[in-house]
């Protein structure tokens, strides 16, 4: 299913094209850019032309006054290149750079539609060379690369044209040596792409190693591995060093050959052209006009490989983009909705496999029902299935087979949001981003006023937010303070409390707590819970407590469901998985 996301795509001009319509909002900065460099190419061939004039004219005749008009008109001539070459680069600039930001937007939405499937086949390095890598080289072609492949063949080809029409002799002289010239860039081209993918590869392979250096060091310092990481680290190092030292030696070769062949067509133009002067085939000027074009044209003619391999670059791009773009979100919501929602949850005869095991199913033919402000809690041993079936009712994953329904609504005919909105989730190692405690806490209800707030962190006993240096407005999640895997935990209570949901579900979220601070929460829960449906996965005696029945999920399906002692009496797997806390259960109050 899907693309392979390590493999790289087959590039073709049609991946590029399909891209053209971001193209479209640029149309008129396209336009201006397209022809200042046209003019642009005029002035670099007008130029010449005029100094020709001058040398022939007002210099070979000492003639002082015709000499003001076409230098000034020379001199006009260079400011007005000089002015058009800034005004193409600013219009430039903004477009490819609004181009970029266009598509990188455009991405980054679509991932977010993208079901969990994609997002746990690819690896988040791999989406993040195509948001970054992958978008700059489409952005250097569409607007350095596309704009100079078009006027540098329209330079070469129309200055080739005037040196021939001036004297061909010589014409074919300067024709002769763009062939090594074009056959040098090609060559360099084949190579240099290689090295550069080389060196481009290997310095992921060195943030990834620096990224786990550094995200590990707990890990890294409590096995004394420090040096072996650090000797991996600088073997990357040193492999990086020399693919870069292979790649610069590459192109100082390449450009020392490119500055070498004009420079010896200079000689042979100049030492042909005397003869054509003394012959009075050609005039002084001609030649001075002759080796400023024929020198104008080095540059367009030798960048023709690189930006032919920036083209091929920007074709590999698109294509690795439009993979992306070319998943269609399979998990899409329907159109109905649920006015007054009670929280009546059904699985029936559910069956799941991932997908990418499908052939081994982790539920089959389960079925469950939690009354409006029920709480089951969910018990089986690990690996049993228990965060899969939580996972169904927000519909992270879909069922392969049977349903879910909220209040008797298929949970796949609800419009996610809606559906997102019904349901709230805590997890047992909840994601904290980059941002303040508040908007963590208000994730799920951006409105939530101060005093929901501090019901929320009442219910979750996480007041500790407020010893943080600066209170709700502490930046936490991985930039910022480090929190406990505790604190994480009742943090991500609180914000799955305050999302006021229909049916709340709590991934085994009391984990990582104290049996002090566990019973603290669970005294308050029990309010919350009085009236909202709630599945708990629970692995302990006293999770189990909270809840009005319990359900017991064995081999992918739910075997028994019902009170907790009249379980731990009459089931005894129940009392296996239970055993050891099943003693505490006295001391907690039922
Ligand atoms: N993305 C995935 N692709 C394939 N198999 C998976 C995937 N995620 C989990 N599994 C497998 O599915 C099974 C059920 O996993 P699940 O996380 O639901 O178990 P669990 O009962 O919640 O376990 P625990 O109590 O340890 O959290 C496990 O065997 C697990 O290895």
Do not use: C
């Amino acid at each position: 299913m899907g693309p392979d996301p390590d493999a790289t795509p087959p590039a073709d001009v049609r991946s590029l094209w399909r891209l053209r319509g971001y193209l479209r909002p640029y149309v008129g900065a396209l336009v201006v850019m397209l022809s200042t460099a046209l003019a642009g190419v005029g002035l670099a061939i007008g130029i010449p032309l005029v100094i020709r004039e001058i040398i022939d004219g007002p210099v070979t005749g000492g003639d002082v006054g015709a000499l003001v008009p076409l230098a000034g008109l020379a001199l006009a001539l260079g400011v007005l290149e000089a002015v058009l070459t800034w005004w193409r680069r600013w219009v430039q600039s903004s477009a490819v750079l609004g181009l970029e930001t266009t598509i990188r937007h455009d991405l980054y939405a679509h991932l977010q539609r993208l079901p969990m499937a994609f997002h746990s086949r690819w690896q988040s390095g791999q989406l993040l060379s195509r948001a970054t890598t992958d978008l700059s080289s489409i952005r250097r072609f569409s607007g350095f690369g596309m704009l100079f492949l078009l006027t540098n063949v329209v330079q070469v080809l129309v200055t080739t044209g005037v040196l021939l029409h001036m004297y061909w002799p010589l014409g074919l002289v300067v024709g002769a040596t763009a062939v090594p010239v074009v056959w040098l860039s090609m060559r360099f081209e084949k190579q240099y792409v290689v090295v550069s993918r080389q060196v481009q590869d290997e310095q992921g392979d060195l943030a990834t190693l620096s990224e786990e250096g550094a995200v590990g060091i707990r890990t890294v310092k409590s096995f004394g591995r420090a040096e072996h990481v650090s000797r991996q680290y600088e073997a990357a190092a040193t492999t990086l060093l020399g693919t870069s030292l292979r790649k610069v030696s590459l192109s100082a070769r390449f450009w020392t050959f490119l500055a070498a062949i004009p420079n010896l067509a200079v000689v042979l133009v100049l030492g042909l052209g005397a003869v054509g002067v003394g012959r009075g085939e050609l005039s002084a000027g001609d030649l001075v006009a002759f080796i400023t074009l024929m020198l104008s044209l080095v540059w367009p003619v030798s960048s023709l490989g690189v930006i032919l391999a920036m083209a091929q670059e920007a074709m590999t791009s698109s294509a690795r983009i439009l993979e992306i773009f070319d998943t269609e979100p399979t998990v899409v919501g329907g159109d109905r909705v649920i006015a007054h929602p009670r929280g009546a949850v059904r699985f029936e005869g559910v069956s799941f496999a991932f997908p990418d095991a499908p052939d081994e199913p982790v539920l089959r033919g389960l079925d469950l029902t939690l009354e409006p402000g029920e709480t089951v809690a969910l018990v089986g041993a690990t690996g049993s299935g228990k965060t899969a079936l939580t996972a169904l009712l927000p519909r992270l994953w879909d069922v392969s087979g049977g349903r879910v329904t909220i209040d008797g609504v298929d949970v796949r005919d609800l419009p996610l949001e809606h559906l997102r909105s019904l349901v709230a989730t805590a997890f047992e190692e909840p994601t904290l981003f980059s941002m303040s405690a508040r908007e963590n806490l208000t994730l799920g209800r951006a409105d939530a006023s101060d005093v929901e707030i501090e019901e929320a962190l009442d219910v979750a006993q996480a007041h500790f937010v407020h010893d943080l240096p600066f209170g709700l407005d502490t930046r936490i999640g991985e930039q910022g303070m480090a929190l406990s895997g505790g604190q994480r935990q009742r943090l991500a209570l609180a914000r799955a409390v305050l999302a006021r949901p229909s049916v709340l579900v709590l991934d085994d979220t009391l984990s990582a707590l104290d049996v002090h601070t566990e019973r603290l929460v669970e005294d308050a829960l029990r309010r919350v819970l009085a009236d909202t449906t709630a599945l708990v996965v629970a692995h302990r005696a006293s999770t189990v407590l909270l809840a009005d029945r319990v359900a017991l999920l064995q081999d992918g399906t739910v075997t028994h469901v019902g009170d907790h002692r009249h379980l731990l009496a009459t089931v005894p797997a129940y009392r296996d998985l239970l055993a050891a806390d099943a003693d505490d259960d006295a001391e907690v109050p039922a």
